[in-house]
């Protein structure tokens, strides 16, 4: 079976600085899988490539067929690959529900706009509260909430997540977690990009352990949860 | 009293031109953080396009509005596309050399087409007034107010209430984030420029029955667009309406109350005031 997203030999590089080395990875259609490291591994620049912000040096990225290095950003969205980035991201300047219009600005999402707007207030009750607010006056939590939500609204077939659990408090970490696996349960496909070793290997189907921008081990998520480097080095034992 | 109040609703009445050309500049600035230093020349475009439609084609001023606007958005799209777009990632002193050459070219083609002569556009109301009790309001200037009223409650409620304004929002607050939903941030900035000639060439119809018409008038225009974005704080479309009406109203007070050739001074003062209690300008923070 060919994966939905396959990612292969990608080097990227900050002027003079290397910041990815041939890394490769995979996601099968209705996986999660996780990508996780210590700080400055790479995580993110990986997820950055994949999105089109940021121009890889070498390596190919194919989407369910199509190749990711000839498009523009919009065009990936389009495909159905939504990039929720790290810290939150949310437009301040405008109101939870319109910052989750922005969501379904592409063609494709506008005719379900209501029902999808309707579905993420279910996943996420808080923000129905905050509807008419300015998403910049949201508590950290709760912006975090309206960038998954947002990002839902397209109705993707690839989510790829960047530190949803970043500085959120335990309770809110497992309830969006909880919701990560709920939403992959209805459909979607999931790049998730994590600190939180422990908590996304729980949920992930594989998972590959990035190391100063290398692919450093991969595995099923309950293997590498009992791998004893990724203890050693994630999991405090 | 009576001075006082017909000078002030005078200088609201030419403030809110000042506030189309500034809500153009900001409109540019929010999406591309590139300041349009043309922008008072396509103010100066738009004039000479009412003049000739009035002079070749009878075609009334405030009704070349509908034919300006869209001359301007094309023409503001195009160097867009042909000539900002490739200095969008430079360094900020490189894309203001850049707008003031372009400036620079609209006005020196204007003098070799039309010369440097000034022209009059005299309609039959030109010098006709209302009366408002004891106050007398210009006509010409009371059509150029409300048109610009309707102008900008429109481009407002584009903004507020379209997918395509939000997508314009979006792109000012962050274009990154705005690329991760799909939105095409350099289609938005063709947008922008184009939505900020438009304005300009607007501002430059509406004013061309009240202001003499040469090549050079967009110098002006273009330091009062940019004293009314700054006072009302980059990027802010609210502040930089309230900037222009606040502009035209201490211009036209100072005019009455200390001397007219110090009316300038005053705008300035003004300008510098409120840079220094307040950097941000009177609405600093919010972004469109």
């Known amino acids: 079976m060919t994966p939905l997203l396959e990612v292969r030999d990608l080097d990227f590089a900050y002027g003079d600085v290397q910041v990815l080395r041939g890394v490769s990875l995979s996601v099968n259609a209705g996986e999660i899988v996780t990508l996780v490291g210590s700080n400055g591994a790479g995580k993110s620049t990986t997820l950055r490539n994949i999105s089109r912000l940021l121009r890889p040096r070498a390596g190919t990225m194919v989407f369910d067929g199509h190749d990711l290095t000839r498009l523009a950003p919009h065009q990936v969205v389009a495909l159905g690959v939504v990039h929720v980035p790290e810290a939150r991201r949310v437009f301040p300047e405008m109101t939870v529900l319109e910052n989750l219009r922005m969501g379904s600005y592409i063609a494709s999402a506008r005719a379900e706009r209501a029902k999808n707007i309707e579905r993420g207030l279910m996943l996420f009750p808080r923000l129905k509260e905050r509807i008419g607010q300015l998403a910049g006056t949201l508590s950290g939590g709760e912006q975090q909430m309206l960038a998954i939500a947002r990002g839902l609204m397209a109705r993707p077939r690839l989510l790829l997540l960047d530190e949803p659990s970043l500085g959120l408090s335990p309770l809110l970490v497992r309830t969006i977690f909880d919701t990560i696996a709920q939403i992959n349960a209805q459909g979607t496909s999931v790049l998730l990009v994590e600190q939180n070793v422990y908590q996304s290997l729980r949920i992930a189907a594989r998972g590959y352990v990035l190391e100063t921008g290398r692919i450093a081990l991969s595995g099923t998520g309950e293997s590498l949860l009992a791998n004893s480097e990724v203890k050693a080095a994630f999991l405090g034992a | ?288």
């Open chain 2, 1 to 288: 009293m009576a001075v006082f109040l017909q000078s002030a609703l005078s200088g609201i009445l030419i403030g809110g031109v000042y506030a189309l050309t500034g809500i153009g500049l900001t409109l540019i600035f929010g999406v591309m953080r590139v300041i349009n230093f043309a922008q008072g020349d396509l103010v100066m475009v738009g004039m000479y396009c009412t003049f000739w439609l009035f002079v070749l084609l009878g075609i009334d001023p405030f009704l070349s509005v509908v034919l300006t606007m869209p001359a301007l958005f094309l023409l503001g799209a195009l160097l867009q596309r042909t000539l900002i777009n490739r200095v969008l990632d430079a360094l900020p002193q490189n894309q203001i050399l850049l707008t003031i050459g372009i400036g620079l070219v609209l006005s020196n083609t204007a003098m070799l087409v039309f010369t440097s002569d000034y022209r009059i556009l005299s309609t039959s109301y030109s010098s006709s007034s209302v009366a408002l009790g004891v106050i007398r309001l210009s006509t010409p200037l009371l059509f150029c107010f409300l048109i610009t009223g309707v102008i900008t409650a429109a481009l407002y409620w584009f903004l507020v209430k379209t997918d395509t304004g939000h997508a314009i929002r979006a792109t000012a607050q962050d274009r990154d984030a705005a690329q991760l939903m799909g939105v095409n941030v350099r289609f938005m900035g063709v947008l922008a420029f184009g939505l900020g000639s438009a304005l300009a060439g607007a501002a430059g119809a509406l004013v061309a029955p009240i202001y003499y018409i040469y090549p050079q008038v967009g110098g002006a225009f273009t330091l009062k667009a940019f004293v009314v974005v700054v006072l009302g704080g980059m990027g802010s479309i609210i502040g930089a309406a309230l900037g222009g009406i606040l502009i035209g109203m201490s211009e036209s007070l100072a005019a009455v109350y200390i001397a007219a050739d110090m009316k300038d001074l005053c705008v300035y003062v003004i300008f510098l005031l409120v840079l220094l209690l307040k950097p941000s300008g009177l609405l600093g923070k919010s972004r469109m």
